[in-house]
């Protein structure tokens, strides 16, 4: 056996504007309000006042002006946020362009498949022979975005090769990904410095 629960008077009052508005759909039919048995008697239903909804305004609840639709930072903000894993002083020196690199690979003009194939075999080489520090020139790349509705990164080698040296079977090799200084190409090369050879 079901037991009903009782109305609360703000639900009978609801219950009640809603049969008074309510019309007939045809005339054989009686109007009739409807109230269950069980709901409590009140002697004066709260004014129409309180039951009406504030105003809905779209956008009213959103936190914050970021009209950026973007959800990863930039390439250069993800690399300097990264922790620094090697000498504090040695990184101080390699951002300041101090330290060059003993040997360079450019893979301009590569697609993907060759830029990738051409960076694990520059790695495992210098890697091999004790090198330290190399630099890795990707190139800026070209700003290819047509304007639709899905924003596309330029520079797809520029985004890839951090990437790339994070994974196996570049990732046990490498010890810390920077940006290159300005004398170096910037923005558009990386610093590979390289763990010991053991």
Do not use: C
């Not at 009903?4 to 309510?22: F, I, N, S, Y």
């Not at 950026?68 to 020196?93: C, N, T, Y």
């Not at 830029?115 to 080489?125: D, E, I, T």
């Not at 079977?169 to 763990?195: C, D, F, K, M, S």
């Amino acid at each position: 056996m079901t037991r009903k629960r009782q109305l609360r008077p703000d639900e009978m009052a609801l219950w009640q504007e809603v049969a008074r508005r309510t019309e007939p759909l045809g005339r054989r039919r009686k109007q009739t309000t409807m109230t269950p048995a069980s709901a409590p008697k009140t002697a004066n239903p709260p004014p129409e006042e309180s039951l009406s909804l504030p105003r809905f305004r779209l956008g009213a609840a959103a936190q914050g002006d970021d009209s950026r639709h973007d959800v990863l930072p930039g390439i250069a903000e993800r690399i300097a946020s990264a922790p620094v894993a090697m000498d504090r002083k040695s990184f101080q020196r390699l951002k300041r362009g101090k330290l060059s690199p003993e040997a360079k690979l450019d893979l301009h003009g590569m697609t993907l498949d060759q830029a990738h194939g051409a960076l694990v075999g520059f790695m495992l080489r210098a890697h091999g022979a004790g090198k330290r520090l190399v630099l890795v020139v990707t190139g800026k790349g070209k700003d290819r975005d047509g304007g639709g509705p899905i924003p596309v990164r330029h520079g797809v080698l520029r985004h890839n090769v951090p990437q790339w040296l994070r994974l196996p079977p570049l990732g046990p090799l490498v010890l810390q990904v920077t940006e290159a200084h300005i004398r170096h190409g910037g923005g558009g090369a990386y610093y590979v410095y390289l763990r010991r050879r053991r």
